[in-house]
Structures are given as C-alpha cells and as structure tokens.
C-alpha cells in the first residue's frame, strides 16, 4: 500500500506529484528545491543559502513520513552548476552525516531556475 506523504512545512508540490511516497518501509521523496514553504518563494540567491532551504524542506518531509536524515539510504543531487560543488557539499555533509549512497549531477536548467534541488530515499524508522 502507497501513503502520501504531505506537510505545509515544506512548499506544495508545484505540479501533478506528492512531496513524497511510503512504500513499506521506505520513502521516496520528490525533488526539494530551495522554496520558503511560508512565502512560496525562492529563498537565498547564491548556492549554501540556497542548499540550506533545500535542507530544510527535506527535513520538513521527512519528519513528517517518520524518516531522518541519517535513515537515508540514497540521495540524488541536481546542480545548476557544477562549480557549485564544494560549497553544495560542505550544506550536504552538516545534515547527511551517515554519508547514503549518493549521485549528483549538473543540469541544465532546475524548476524555477534554482541552483539545486535535492530527492531523497530513506527507511522509515
């Protein structure tokens, strides 16, 4: 059985998709971009304010599906520049200290031309 996992601590979904997925014991979040859940805008400009809103909003998800951070298993990162990297790691390492399996790539243009957006898969505890 599927669960919808929804909470107005981190920014509604922006099309036809849930902010995450239970399946079992495992959540399957939506992509996380740097969206102030309480205003609806784009928070900070450059690529650590920018990750930290990410953070923040994932950890807002995961809360509520019952996952932590350090319950993650894999995490796919998606930056708009890849000379964003260190600074987009030294965000990452503060808030996924058990280092999960991991991906991360360049694109080229994010949902609302953000710098980074972040999905997670993590076991419910």
């Known amino acids: 059985m599927l669960k919808k996992i929804s909470t ?3 920014p509604a979904a922006i099309g036809p998709y849930s902010q995450a997925i239970v399946c079992g014991n495992m959540l399957f ?3 996380q971009i740097p969206i102030d859940p309480a205003t ?3 928070s900070g ?3 650590t304010a920018q990750a930290e809103q ?3 909003n994932l950890a807002a998800v ?3 599906a019952g996952a932590t951070f350090q319950s993650a298993v894999k995490t796919t990162c998606f930056l708009a520049d890849m000379a964003d990297f260190a ?3 030294a965000v990452y390492a503060k808030y996924f200290t ?3 399996a991991r991906s991360c790539v360049a694109v080229k243009t994010l949902p609302k031309n953000v710098l980074v957006e972040v999905e997670v898969i993590a076991e419910i505890q």
Request: glycine share 8%; proline share 4%.
């Open 87 to 89: 600074a987009f790691n």
């Open 29 to 31: 979040t939506s992509g």
């Open 54 to 56: 990410v953070m923040q």
């Open 40 to 42: 609806g805008e784009i």
């Open 98 to 100: 058990e280092n999960p």
């Open 45 to 47: 400009s450059d690529i």
């Open 62 to 64: 995961l809360e509520e």
């Open 8 to 10: 107005n601590k981190a």
